[in-house]
Structures are given as structure tokens and as C-alpha cells.
């Protein structure tokens, strides 16, 4: 089963390690909190690549939950689409094996759509 980051449950250092509040500050020793098994930039083709550096694994230094409400939430958008499309999370597995986090985060992600969807929606009906 994934880990279950939920705020509650998390003590200081568990916040402070999880990088809740900022991303960590990644040094040589750094472990990410989380990882994606897919660079949706470049699929592991190129090593200079910002997100993977050629690995095709995007490392996370941020706890899901964190990132989802965040400025920096913009890096879930691709994983969000490919979601939306296809049903898949960003690392291939089932529902049971991600992070509290990120499917929280996905399911904002697509309430937000589906109030723009109805939002549209509703106003092409009444130009008719």
C-alpha cells in the first residue's frame, strides 16, 4: 500500500522532512519524498532535461498534499491530463498504491475542471 501523507498524522520533524512548507533543499544526501516513474518532458531522452537530468524519473522534494496547494502545483498538471485521459496515475500502478497527496490533489485538479466544464456549458446555452 502507498504512504498516506495526511496532515494530521504528521508530526514537526515529519513536516519539516516532507518539505510541507517549502521543497527541500536538495543537497547530494537529499532523498526525495516522492517520485514519478515518467518525465513527461522528455521521457528519459535527455540528459539535460530540468525535471529528470536523462533518468526518466521526476524526484519530488515536496510532500503531494503541499504541492497541490501551492504556487508550484503547475508540475501536476501534465500527470493531471494523463489522468483525465487515460485513467493512469503518474507512476503506472493502482489508486491503492499513491500517496493520500497526490490523489487528493488530482481530484482539486479535476473539481476545478468540471466547474469550468459546467461553467461553459451553461453560458453556451443561454447565447442560444
Partial sequence: M????KCENCTKQDKRIRG?????RVTKTTRPVWSIDE??????????CK????????????????????????????????YCDYGEYPDGRAI????IGL????????SALR?????ELSQATKEK
Fill in 2 to 5: 502507498g504512504k498516506y501523507y
Fill in 20 to 24: 510541507c512548507k517549502r521543497p527541500l
Fill in 39 to 48: 518525465c513527461y518532458a522528455c521521457g528519459g531522452s535527455n540528459k539535460r
Fill in 51 to 82: 525535471l529528470c537530468k536523462g533518468s526518466n524519473i521526476v524526484k519530488v522534494y515536496q510532500c503531494p498534499r503541499a504541492l497541490a496547494e501551492s504556487k508550484n502545483s503547475f508540475m501536476l498538471l501534465p500527470y493531471f491530463q494523463r
Fill in 96 to 99: 491503492i498504491d499513491q500517496s
Fill in 103 to 110: 490523489v487528493s490533489s488530482l481530484e482539486v485538479f479535476k
Fill in 115 to 119: 466547474r469550468y466544464e459546467a461553467k
